[in-house]
Structure formats: C-alpha cells, structure tokens
C-alpha cells in the first residue's frame, strides 16, 4: 500500500491563518469568524477513544498559544509555544464549545513537584498521523495510543527523573478564565503499587476511571497542592485551585507511561491495559498503519504540494467522532451491545460534510457512529446537536434543531447497516412532538429563522420516506409542515426574514440553503434573474475587495459593519451556497467560486485553515470540493461542482468503487464541459447518492 500518511501534517490548522493572498472574487469574500483553525497536532487514532499530546493550557484545544477567541485576530496568553505536559482527550477544531477535557495531565520533570507546574517553550516538536513528539525541558516526551489506551515513552538526559500525574486537570488553564476549566468533583485516588495508581471522579457529572501504570518507577507516591504525602488513597470533593495527583520517581533514564479509563469501573480500566499491552514502537506502527488505512479511502492525482493539503484535510475530517462502544454515557446506549459515540461536538457543521463523507467511505465506523446516534435518539427521544462526555445534552440550543434525522438519512441512503426508514421516521415523529420544538407545528415557524428552515428540511426529509414506506397519513402531515419554510422567507427581497435572530452571520448567509423547495422558493421571490443577482452580490461579483476585520474579538464591529458577504470557508453556515447557482443554470459560477476557495483559502502548514475547522466540517469540504461532487444532507444528491485532481478512486462503504476521471484539466480549465456517470451523461448537474454508492466511473471533461 502506498504510504498516504506520509502527505499529512497533522498541525496544519493548529495556527494562526497565513493564508495567500486573495485576489479576484476571493478577495472580496468576509471572515465573520476567528482566524485559525482550532485543530491539534495530539496524537489519535481515526475516531479514536483516545488523544494524547502537549498541554499549555491553550484555547481550545489544550495546546498552543492561543487566548479564547471569536472573531477577528488571535491573542496569546503566552508568546511562545510551551509545554507543561501530556493530557489525554482533546477536542479538535471546535471553539467555545465550553467543555475541553484535557485529563491526567503527566509531566516528566526533575526536582520539586512544583516544578512539575511549569510551562516549557517548545524547542524541539514533530508529529505525525498516530504519533507526537516533544521535548519538555530537555526531556524527551512522545505518545501514541491503541485503541483503548495512551502510551507515554520519556528519555532522561540523566538519572533522578520524576513523572508527575495531575488528576485534577480539567479543561484548559486557569488564566483564561473559570468556564474553560472544571472541578472534578468527589476524586478517589488509589496507590496500589510502586508502579500503578487509580483514579476515579466526577467530570462534568460523567464519572470517569482512570488505571495509569508506570514502567520504570521504583517509587510513587501520592501528592495535595504539590505537597507529598504518605497516604496511599485519599477521597477529595474538589474545589477550584485545588491541585492533586501522583508522583513516580524513576530508575535510570527511561520510563513509559500507559493510561486507560472506563465509565464502568477501575477493573474495566485496568483490563484494557491487560489486552492492549503492546510496546511502544509496535502501538506506534499500528496506529501509523490504521491512519495509512483510512486515508487510502481516497486515492488521488494531483500535484505533490495538493497531495499536501488534500491529505492534510482528510486527516482532520477523521479525528472526530470518537467511538467508546462497550462504554456508557448518561445511559446511552441502554443495551451495552449497542454503538456509543461521543463528541458529535459541532453537528451543526459536521452533518452538512463531515458526516456525509465517514457514510460514504467507512463501514464499520459508520455503523458506530451512526448507531451511536440511534442510541441516543432511543435513550432521550431526540438528538440533541451536540453529544459529549458531559451530562448537559442541550449544551447547544442556537445552532440548530432536528439535524441527526437527517444524519440518519445520509446513513441510511448510503446503505450502512442498522439504520432503516423506520428509525428515522419514529425519532421524526418524537422529535415533532418535543415541547421544546412545539412552536414549529403549533406557529408555523420558530423563534429563529434558521431553526424554522432546519425543521422543514427534516420534514420533508422524513415525507419522503414516509411515502417509500407507505405511510401516508404521516407524509401528509410532513408536507403540510414543510411549508413552514414561507413563513420565514421574505418573497419581496428573495431573502430571509429581517424577524429573526441569527447566529455566526446575517440573514445574508442562510438565504441560499440547498433546500428542496429552492426551485419553489426561487419562483415565489420572483425567478432565477432576480436570484442570480443577489447570489452575484452575495459572493462579491462586481465588488471591491474587502478588509478583514483584524481586532480580536470586534464581534459588535463586524455586527455593525460586515458586508452581506460570503464567509468565505471561514466558516460553515454557508459553504454549501456556491451550489446555489445550479438551481439558476449558472453552474460556471458555482466552479468560479470553488476555484478561488481552493486557491486562496486552504494552503500547506500551521496556518493553512482560514478558520475554526469545526470537529473537520471545514476540512471534509474542502475534499468534496477537490474531488468535485458535493452532498447535501438530508437529500438523495451529489452535486458536480469544480474537480481540481486528474483522477480519483473512492473506495465506498460496502465494498465497491468510484473513480473520477477528468480530462483537460489545466489550472485556466475550471469549468465543466460535460460529465457522465457510468456513460450516462449527467444533464443538470446532479447525481443521487444512491447512484454513487453502486460505483463505477464519473468523467468530468473540464474547459
């Protein structure tokens, strides 16, 4: 197998964006969001339980420089990227998420245990996929994981070396302020040897047990506010400052940390342990060979430096969700057989790409994750946008409503196994009769435009289905309900409604969703002419290029002054729009906008995301873009959009293959002459998804 990891840098979006410089219709597109990509370089396994790299106590991720941010530039609460240790878990991508996890913080180290607290500038630092290298004061630290456990190796430069375990950690630092770090609460810690210590406590209400083991420690020992002591078990109920954990003192110059943790019980913990108990280089190789697996999913042609950010992206568009089946969450899954996963932290991005693509690549993994989500929709009767290891299910309620219905039906219509119309239609109709969501049916719209739009996408989504399954009284009343759509569209402007709140953009930025009644909508505001002007304003045709806000955190200046302007891949809320213009019969514009993103907007290195990516919604569209085809959730459609590869194999969920083949591509040979699916030639620009998944061979001839 060809070495596909060999492309990724998995710190690409950990910086601040440096992007090139746009020109033409890109330099007049708007950043609403923070610059950066939020992303860390930690070493994981594809939706993997586990991560473990560098902690400074950087937003968002545990690692970095960075000062909390929204919008505008990026400020550091440090001026140079540091290292205090290695935590396990992170999240990827997100932003103000308001839980980082960030546990058992471990650090080698000489000296006192206070020493153990302090932030190392980073002098020496690589990583690669399943793999991370940093050296902590002169310390040699690097990680990688299996698929139940972290693995720690240091290298001392001399003897008398000590490894400290913070298990109060939680979150990020402290100095950026109380709601990005917690208190564990009700912590019980076990010392059971010189070379073993338990853990167990409660994070953000999720009751957590940790089993750590230490190999080359000829002591340990039990530590309070860096204070040594010489109890061998102590029950602390937690408090904001409090610091506690354990110490190991080590026996020459090389020591390795392993690390698990359970919802169940510290024998579950210490089992897996006892299963995965590889050594270091070998849980290296293998998480290497797993991440070389799944990148082949997707075989390309192109230049080595595309080759670069293309596998780049496709890493980060796999980090996330986490899959923890045999574990337990809020009691989720009822029935330990089912799927469990955690961290669909950003649903509201990841269902519009990320989603779509997992479901077209990945079987097995997308029973999980998908099944994980039927778990939960079983468990509460809805599902919630975002789902974590935290006990606050509705942790999110702007975003978005009703998304996972159609995060089921992308499952389900790419064929992946235990997911069926009938769930999808029993959580609709539970979801529908949820008070929080009364308002749609009992209204006619939500309080928030967006929200109103998510529901009627979801109906007729579900009246779709509803009529495959001979259901008809049901689809009625979903037809019925997706007319609630006019109710939040202005026909007069062709725009949205001026009535409503909006959330990371204007009313601008959700006007031009690639709903199913987009050809109604366009009708009723007047034609496509009328459309086609306002998509032109809207993504800058004629425009003077903008200046990027570069305050940090001037969300009231860009409130009070953006232009209704495209966000540019800054973020997600309208990364779908350049489609729009299909519906119009202006698909060379749909292919000039694509073009420009790919130049001016992803790019190699730290810097090389223009924006928060997301849980990897930023990452996985920019993959669809480069291949040229685009999902739309909920919906059985593939768009063709630009295709910047010479050719390309998707190795599909259920065994078979789709290649892309374009002819006459040439960096001025943007636009699509023709495309045939299978030797069919595709008139309108659209294919089903059901028709992908049976493979075969898409030709694009480009001019």
């Given at each position: 197998?060809?070495?596909?990891?060999?492309?990724?840098?998995?710190?690409?979006?950990?910086?601040?964006?440096?992007?090139?410089?746009?020109?033409?219709?890109?330099?007049?597109?708007?950043?609403?969001?923070?610059?950066?990509?939020?992303?860390?370089?930690?070493?994981?396994?594809?939706?993997?339980?586990?991560?473990?790299?560098?902690?400074?106590?950087?937003?968002?991720?545990?690692?970095?420089?960075?000062?909390?941010?929204?919008?505008?530039?990026?400020?550091?609460?440090?001026?140079?990227?540091?290292?205090?240790?290695?935590?396990?878990?992170?999240?990827?991508?997100?932003?103000?998420?308001?839980?980082?996890?960030?546990?058992?913080?471990?650090?080698?180290?000489?000296?006192?245990?206070?020493?153990?607290?302090?932030?190392?500038?980073?002098?020496?630092?690589?990583?690669?996929?399943?793999?991370?290298?940093?050296?902590?004061?002169?310390?040699?630290?690097?990680?990688?994981?299996?698929?139940?456990?972290?693995?720690?190796?240091?290298?001392?430069?001399?003897?008398?070396?000590?490894?400290?375990?913070?298990?109060?950690?939680?979150?990020?630092?402290?100095?950026?302020?109380?709601?990005?770090?917690?208190?564990?609460?009700?912590?019980?810690?076990?010392?059971?040897?010189?070379?073993?210590?338990?853990?167990?406590?409660?994070?953000?209400?999720?009751?957590?047990?940790?089993?750590?083991?230490?190999?080359?420690?000829?002591?340990?020992?039990?530590?309070?506010?860096?204070?040594?002591?010489?109890?061998?078990?102590?029950?602390?109920?937690?408090?904001?400052?409090?610091?506690?954990?354990?110490?190991?003192?080590?026996?020459?110059?090389?020591?390795?940390?392993?690390?698990?943790?359970?919802?169940?019980?510290?024998?579950?913990?210490?089992?897996?342990?006892?299963?995965?108990?590889?050594?270091?280089?070998?849980?290296?190789?293998?998480?290497?060979?797993?991440?070389?697996?799944?990148?082949?999913?997707?075989?390309?042609?192109?230049?080595?430096?595309?080759?670069?950010?293309?596998?780049?992206?496709?890493?980060?568009?796999?980090?996330?969700?986490?899959?923890?089946?045999?574990?337990?969450?809020?009691?989720?899954?009822?029935?330990?057989?089912?799927?469990?996963?955690?961290d669909y932290s950003t649903l509201w991005d990841i269902y519009k790409t990320q989603l779509p693509l997992i479901f077209t690549l990945f079987d097995e993994e997308s029973r999980h994750i998908a099944g994980g989500l039927k778990a939960v929709a079983k468990k509460f009767g809805h599902i919630p946008v975002c789902f974590a290891l935290m006990d606050d299910k509705n942790v999110e309620t702007q975003q978005a409503r009703m998304l996972g219905d159609l995060v089921l039906y992308d499952a389900y219509r790419r064929g992946i196994a235990g997911i069926d119309a009938d769930d999808i239609l029993t959580n609709t109709k539970n979801e529908l009769a949820l008070k929080m969501f009364s308002d749609y049916e009992r209204e006619g719209r939500c309080p928030r435009a967006t929200h109103t739009l998510d529901m009627a996408d979801a109906c007729a989504m579900a009246a779709e289905l509803a009529r495959e399954k001979g259901n008809t009284d049901f689809a009625e009343r979903l037809e019925k309900l997706t007319e609630n759509y006019k109710n939040v569209c202005d026909f007069e402007t062709g725009l949205l409604t001026d009535a409503s709140p909006y959330y990371e953009g204007d009313k601008w930025n959700y006007s031009f969703r690639l709903s199913r009644y987009f050809d109604e909508r366009t009708e009723l505001s007047g034609g496509k002419n009328k459309i086609i002007k306002l998509l032109d304003s809207f993504f800058g045709y004629g425009e003077e290029p903008v200046i990027q806000p570069i305050e940090p955190n001037c969300g009231n200046f860009i409130e009070e002054t953006a232009p209704h302007r495209f966000e540019g891949y800054n973020n997600e809320p309208d990364m779908e729009t350049p489609f729009a213009y299909i519906f119009c019969g202006e698909h060379k514009k749909t292919c000039e906008i694509i073009d420009a993103g790919i130049k001016y907007m992803f790019t190699t290195g730290d810097g090389g995301l223009p924006g928060n990516n997301d849980s990897g919604g930023l990452s996985s569209c920019y993959i669809w873009n480069m291949l040229g085809i685009y999902p739309v959730s909920g919906q059985d459609v593939m768009f063709l959009g630009s295709p910047h590869v010479e050719n390309a194999v998707l190795h599909l969920a259920g065994g078979r293959k789709l290649e892309i083949n374009v002819k006459n591509l040439a960096p001025d040979h943007i636009y699509v002459r023709e495309a045939y699916l299978n030797g069919r030639r595709i008139e309108d620009y659209r294919f089903t998804v059901t028709e992908m998944m049976k493979g075969g061979t898409l030709e694009f001839i480009m001019e």
């Amino acid at each position: 197998m060809k070495d596909y990891c060999k492309y990724v840098n998995v710190f690409q979006g950990s910086g601040v964006i440096d992007l090139p410089k746009p020109e033409g219709i890109a330099a007049t597109w708007y950043f609403r969001k923070a610059q950066c990509g939020n992303t860390t370089p930690a070493a994981c396994l594809p939706f993997g339980k586990l991560s473990c790299g560098a902690y400074s106590g950087g937003y968002p991720t545990g690692y970095g420089t960075h000062n909390p941010n929204s919008c505008g530039s990026v400020t550091h609460f440090i001026e140079k990227k540091s290292v205090r240790g290695i935590a396990h878990m992170s999240q990827s991508g997100t932003g103000a998420i308001g839980f980082y996890y960030n546990y058992a913080l471990t650090t080698p180290f000489y000296g006192e245990l206070k020493d153990s607290s302090v932030l190392h500038e980073i002098e020496k630092e690589s990583a690669a996929p399943g793999y991370y290298y940093v050296d902590i004061g002169g310390i040699s630290a690097e990680a990688t994981v299996t698929e139940n456990t972290a693995l720690h190796r240091y290298l001392f430069p001399k003897n008398g070396g000590r490894i400290a375990i913070d298990l109060s950690n939680d979150g990020l630092s402290e100095a950026l302020g109380e709601g990005l770090s917690g208190v564990v609460e009700n912590a019980e810690i076990k010392l059971i040897s010189e070379n073993e210590v338990l853990m167990s406590g409660f994070f953000r209400k999720i009751k957590l047990y940790f089993c750590i083991r230490v190999s080359g420690a000829k002591g340990s020992k039990l530590w309070d506010d860096y204070s040594e002591t010489d109890s061998k078990s102590r029950s602390i109920e937690g408090a904001r400052g409090k610091k506690y954990g354990a110490v190991f003192e080590i026996e020459g110059d090389r020591a390795e940390v392993r690390l698990a943790l359970s919802t169940h019980s510290f024998e579950a913990a210490q089992a897996y342990l006892d299963a995965e108990n590889v050594d270091f280089d070998t849980a290296k190789e293998l998480a290497y060979k797993k991440w070389n697996d799944a990148l082949s999913k997707i075989e390309i042609e192109c230049g080595e430096r595309e080759k670069e950010i293309f596998y780049s992206n496709l890493y980060h568009s796999l980090v996330k969700p986490s899959i923890w089946t045999g574990e337990t969450v809020c009691g989720v899954p009822e029935n330990k057989n089912e799927p469990l996963c955690i961290d669909y932290s950003t649903l509201w991005d990841i269902y519009k790409t990320q989603l779509p693509l997992i479901f077209t690549l990945f079987d097995e993994e997308s029973r999980h994750i998908a099944g994980g989500l039927k778990a939960v929709a079983k468990k509460f009767g809805h599902i919630p946008v975002c789902f974590a290891l935290m006990d606050d299910k509705n942790v999110e309620t702007q975003q978005a409503r009703m998304l996972g219905d159609l995060v089921l039906y992308d499952a389900y219509r790419r064929g992946i196994a235990g997911i069926d119309a009938d769930d999808i239609l029993t959580n609709t109709k539970n979801e529908l009769a949820l008070k929080m969501f009364s308002d749609y049916e009992r209204e006619g719209r939500c309080p928030r435009a967006t929200h109103t739009l998510d529901m009627a996408d979801a109906c007729a989504m579900a009246a779709e289905l509803a009529r495959e399954k001979g259901n008809t009284d049901f689809a009625e009343r979903l037809e019925k309900l997706t007319e609630n759509y006019k109710n939040v569209c202005d026909f007069e402007t062709g725009l949205l409604t001026d009535a409503s709140p909006y959330y990371e953009g204007d009313k601008w930025n959700y006007s031009f969703r690639l709903s199913r009644y987009f050809d109604e909508r366009t009708e009723l505001s007047g034609g496509k002419n009328k459309i086609i002007k306002l998509l032109d304003s809207f993504f800058g045709y004629g425009e003077e290029p903008v200046i990027q806000p570069i305050e940090p955190n001037c969300g009231n200046f860009i409130e009070e002054t953006a232009p209704h302007r495209f966000e540019g891949y800054n973020n997600e809320p309208d990364m779908e729009t350049p489609f729009a213009y299909i519906f119009c019969g202006e698909h060379k514009k749909t292919c000039e906008i694509i073009d420009a993103g790919i130049k001016y907007m992803f790019t190699t290195g730290d810097g090389g995301l223009p924006g928060n990516n997301d849980s990897g919604g930023l990452s996985s569209c920019y993959i669809w873009n480069m291949l040229g085809i685009y999902p739309v959730s909920g919906q059985d459609v593939m768009f063709l959009g630009s295709p910047h590869v010479e050719n390309a194999v998707l190795h599909l969920a259920g065994g078979r293959k789709l290649e892309i083949n374009v002819k006459n591509l040439a960096p001025d040979h943007i636009y699509v002459r023709e495309a045939y699916l299978n030797g069919r030639r595709i008139e309108d620009y659209r294919f089903t998804v059901t028709e992908m998944m049976k493979g075969g061979t898409l030709e694009f001839i480009m001019e």
